[in-house]
């Protein structure tokens, strides 16, 4: 019997996207339903998250679940089969939930700030704050890693799928305001950990890329995206 | 070996704060042996400035010297180190979701909101006063009859939201606003809460934390 699972989002929201790449991850089928966040908002969004009224919601069994990281955690909790989203060890559960609070609350904004920077100074200085992100990202890296490919270990779990959804953002943020800072000289393992996590079959469909966001920006009238 | 390195559980913490009493309360239902150790804010310790470096912020739990920064993180990983007694978040994975967008939620807009009534004055007090007003709404909805957050079983979400209620009285003296006039249902659920002993021997005395509030107005130079 087919469980009922539906994702309330959008593609070219990485929220939205954290979920999709877990329920991937973890073989799940459900039914994507593309909801209005912009103006007003689809009504089956303002019942099923009364409170923030955002994406993503994950509907499971006619119940919602709010909040990205809140429903990775849930889906690891339901569906116990291979792989896990999260660390067995308490200890590097803790690590892992820490890493994506910084990343939640310091670095998707500097992203925001290079995406959409109004003039050449703030771009630069959304960059600067992103670079320093990165670097302690980067060592976040070696220390979770244990030198093997992914945040998570030999497979992809919750802080990679945390992180790897902001690259596209964050690569239309280097090309929208014209720095660099997601490079091999300054980040050699984030890069390369950013080009393995791109091609793994959970992550590439549901993975918008950079164009998509820059259009996504061009695109915008009033901070509203057109397309 | 230096010092508080594998030295069982080490907790730095600071007296009045709401984040690190959460730790307490949950060591506490835990029923497990800690090292409290007050740190001064004005004067990092260096064993606080390394065990968590990317915030140097209270609390940290040291756990035979690895330590775990972020009260909601501290108190889930009490929770699931000890998973034999005393369960701090429910068994079904529905539940689960809901106690920790709950606890989220305290997280994202209690102290925010609570530091606004006292450090605000005029036209911000105000506005501060309704946004607190609408949040104690809104978990006062949550909560509704059930005799804690998560049900019968006090848990996850009683943890956040407890240590906030020291400062109501506080709350009342700056900004005028009486959390227990506003959201009553909450009244009995603080009183069951502070008849627990974890929470009853964690929480300070409001009088203490309006002194602080006190203090704190006069070194940001606040009327």
Not at chain 2, 31 to 46: F, H, I, M
Request: charged content about 30%.
């Amino acid at each position: 019997m087919a469980e009922e699972v539906k994702l309330l989002g959008r593609r070219l929201s990485p929220f939205s996207t954290r979920v999709a790449i877990a329920l991937n991850v973890k073989e799940v089928s459900y039914e994507f339903v593309k909801v209005e966040i912009f103006g007003q908002k689809s009504e089956i969004l303002l019942e099923c998250n009364p409170v923030y009224k955002k994406i993503p919601v994950l509907i499971h069994h006619g119940k919602p679940i709010c909040e990205s990281m809140i429903i990775l955690q849930y889906i690891d909790d339901v569906w116990t089969r291979n792989p896990s989203i999260l660390p067995s060890h308490p200890y590097y559960r803790a690590i892992a939930r820490f890493w994506v609070t910084y990343i939640d609350n310091n670095l998707l904004i500097t992203i925001w700030g290079m995406m959409m920077a109004a003039s050449k100074e703030a771009a630069k200085e959304a960059a600067g704050r992103a670079a320093e992100i990165l670097q302690t990202l980067e060592e976040a890296f070696k220390q979770c890693s244990q030198g093997k490919d992914f945040f998570g270990g030999d497979a992809i779990g919750y802080l990679d799928i945390a992180l790897g959804s902001f690259l596209g953002p964050l690569k239309a943020g280097e090309k929208l305001s014209n720095v660099e800072i997601f490079d091999e000289k300054t980040v050699p393992l984030l890069v390369g950990w950013a080009e393995r996590f791109s091609k793994l079959d959970a992550v590439k469909e549901v993975l918008a890329d950079a164009e998509e966001y820059i259009e996504m920006v061009q695109s915008m009238n009033d901070g509203v995206p057109t397309v | 070996m230096a010092e508080g390195e594998n030295k069982g559980l080490v907790l730095l913490d600071f007296w009045v704060s709401p984040f690190g009493q959460r730790c307490r309360i949950a060591l506490a239902e835990k029923g497990v042996e800690y090292e409290y150790r007050e740190e001064n804010l004005r004067d990092k310790s260096p064993l606080l400035l390394k065990s968590n470096p990317v915030h140097k912020k209270i609390p940290v739990l040291i756990d035979h010297g690895r330590p775990v920064c972020e009260s909601l993180n501290i108190v889930q990983y009490i929770d699931e180190k000890w998973p034999d007694r005393a369960p701090l978040l429910p068994a079904d994975s529905y539940a689960r979701a809901q106690a920790r967008f709950w606890a989220d939620l305290v997280d994202k807009k209690m102290y925010e909101s609570g530091t606004k009534l006292w450090k605000l004055k005029g036209e911000a007090q105000e506005e501060a006063k309704k946004e607190f007003i609408e949040i104690l709404k809104l978990l006062e909805g949550e909560l509704g009859d059930k005799k804690y957050f998560g049900g019968d079983t006090f848990g996850l979400v009683d943890i956040a939201l407890v240590p906030f209620t020291a400062w109501f009285y506080s709350y009342e003296a700056c900004a005028n606003l009486s959390a227990e006039k506003e959201a009553p249902k909450l009244v009995p659920w603080v009183k069951r809460c502070r008849e627990r002993e974890s929470v009853s021997k964690s929480l300070p005395d409001p009088l203490k934390v309006y002194e602080f509030v006190c203090f704190l107005k006069k070194v940001y130079g606040i009327e």
